[in-house]
């Protein structure tokens, strides 16, 4: 009993190492264009598509849980010339380049798009895009800032299986169809948040496959497409 209580001691006052910021003393060197947020904050992105003066559709994208500003999605150079599309891809919040808000909550995850696209002047209209862990960012946004929007689109979102909007029994039977890691990446982070980066980092628990990049693709062209990716260093996930 001692042992255990011991260990869960450890683990409770296991918090993730601080890092240091991007272009500070002794931190990581900025490679980055970045924009300055009103709080002072720097976030880091990057543009694509066809010049912002003469673009039809200026689309800001959030990425996944371990994506970056480098998961752009990738139309052809043919296909974005001819519907004049402008993409701009973001590091949310303490991810890649930009720096962590300690204050972060969703109201603040839609004025960090609604000050990029102001600070990069995409206009009164622009269109968001969230895939995976990145549509609760285009949800903060229809919610907090739905003046701002063109239009919006969720890319294989992360949902919320206990959202009260679901039937019941269609959530527990989509939930149970999961991997068991995957399960319990939901489960610590209902029940006990404190605990979800000590659990993902420990091999020896269920891991989510989302963190080991084997989440099932019933398509085989998008598993083909995913195995592609990885191997030339573009996150998916």
Known sequence: MATFLGWLWKVVQLKPQKSKLCGSVGGPQVTAQRIRLKDGRWLAYSETGVPKDITKFKIILAHGFT?????????????????????????????GESDPNPRK???????????????????????????????????????????????????????????????????????????????WLL?????????LNW???????????????NTFLPNHLDAQFRHRAIASGFSIR
């Open 199 to 213: 659990w993902v980092n420990q091999s020896w628990l269920p891991s989510p496959t989302v963190i080991q990049g």
């Open 67 to 95: 994506g970056s500003r480098l998961d752009l999605l990738r139309p052809s150079p043919e296909m974005i010339e001819e519907m004049g599309v402008y993409m701009v891809c973001y590091d949310r919040a303490g991810h």
């Open 187 to 195: 489960r610590v982070a209902f029940y006990a948040p404190w605990l």
């Open 105 to 183: 909550w969703l109201g603040s995850e839609a004025s960090d798009v609604e000050e990029l696209a102001d600070g990069l002047e995409l206009g009164n209209k622009f269109y968001v895009v969230g895939t995976s862990m990145g549509g609760y960012f285009a949800w903060a946004c229809l919610k907090y800032i739905p003046h701002r929007l063109a239009g919006v689109a969720l890319v294989a979102p992360v949902i919320n299986y206990r959202w009260r909007s679901f039937p019941k029994e269609l959530s527990k039977e989509a939930y149970y169809k999961q991997a068991v890691g995957d399960q």
